[in-house]
Structure formats: structure tokens, C-alpha cells
């Protein structure tokens, strides 16, 4: 076993590297773009959404308990359309200082129950390419596949979930890369 405090450099590393990498797909390589659509007629659909006063919040529509699903009315709606769910933010232009800090903290925390888990299972000394494959698995999971729930549940495109999986993959391999050349020998 191999202590939290022996895997501080490796979690405040990998944090550091998946910040930096994540700021390259999303500033340079910018594959994610085509992702995110403008709403037809934008600036009517804002001004019918002002009056509603929505507070910060998910919000799906058209809302339904189990017991409304039996209503034909309910049942029209959805044939109608629209379908889905709407992510209401504070109003006010993006705070993105705030937003880089929680991803950071975010990235320390994942790289903190990789540290863990990996440290758990893996002595000092351990080869490359062992530590690779456990912190790398550990990362994935974090980073990667908790992303495929929003294409089963939340109704976002396939290809935006495919590309979100893939940068959890290369956040994974950074981190296992960082794992393994900083595990204590």
C-alpha cells in the first residue's frame, strides 16, 4: 500500500495536466463547438421565457408525474412537441473564473480517489505500466463514462456524448501517465 500523503505530486500534477489539456481541446482543437446549437428565433424564445421568472434549476418539459402519464391530454403534449429538459443558469454574462476553479478542484478530486484507490491496491515499486493501467481505469471512470448517462437520460446527441468520453479517455491515459512516472519506487 502506498499512503494519500506519498501521492500528493502525482494528484496536484494530473490536475494541473488534464487543466491544461482540457483548455487545449476546448480553446485550440475546439471539437466541442458543433455541439451546441442557437435556438431558432433566439431572442423571441428569451422574451417568453423572461415573464416565467424560472430560477436557476433543470427543467423538463412538459412536466409529468407517473400519475399524469395516463392523461391523453399529457399524451398530446408530447406528441406536440417539444420534448426536453432546459438547464436555467443565473442570469448575468458567464463567470468563468468561478467555472475553471470548481473544474480544477474537480480534477484534484478525481485525481485524489485514483491516488486512493490506486495506492490501495499497488505497493511502491510497482512496474510502469501496472500503475498505468489501475489509474488509468480509476481516471476513465471519472472523467469518461459518466457522460453516456446524458445520451441515455437527458436526450443530449450521441456524437456530443462520444466526444465527452473521448476527452475522459485522454484524461485518463494523462493521468495514468502521471501516476506512473511519480509512483513512489
Not at 468561478?98 to 478542484?105: A, D, G, N, P, R
Not at 490506486?118 to 498505468?132: I, K, N, Q, S
Amino acid at each position: 500500500m502506498v499512503p494519500l500523503t506519498a501521492l500528493w505530486l502525482p494528484i496536484l500534477l494530473s490536475a494541473v495536466i488534464i487543466f491544461v489539456a482540457s483548455s487545449i481541446i476546448h480553446m485550440l482543437l475546439k471539437y466541442h463547438n458543433s455541439d451546441y446549437h442557437q435556438l431558432p428565433d433566439e431572442d423571441k424564445v428569451l422574451a417568453g421565457l423572461r415573464p416565467a421568472n424560472l430560477k436557476p434549476g433543470l427543467y423538463v418539459f412538459p412536466f409529468c408525474t407517473h400519475k399524469d402519464m395516463k392523461s391523453p391530454a399529457l399524451m398530446e403534449k408530447f406528441k406536440q412537441g417539444p420534448v426536453g429538459l432546459l438547464t436555467i443558469r443565473p442570469s448575468g454574462p458567464p463567470v468563468m473564473p468561478k467555472f475553471l476553479v470548481q473544474w480544477f478542484i474537480y480534477c484534484l478530486v478525481i485525481g485524489l480517489f485514483v491516488a486512493y484507490l490506486t495506492g490501495r491496491t499497488l505497493a511502491p515499486g510497482t512496474h510502469y505500466l501496472t500503475v498505468f493501467r489501475v489509474a488509468g481505469t480509476a481516471a476513465f471512470l471519472g472523467y469518461g463514462l459518466g457522460h453516456l448517462s446524458d445520451g441515455i437520460w437527458k436526450g443530449q446527441t450521441w456524437s456530443a456524448t462520444i466526444k465527452e468520453v473521448f476527452d475522459g479517455l485522454v484524461y485518463g491515459l494523462l493521468t495514468a501517465g502521471t501516476f506512473g512516472w511519480l509512483w513512489p519506487r
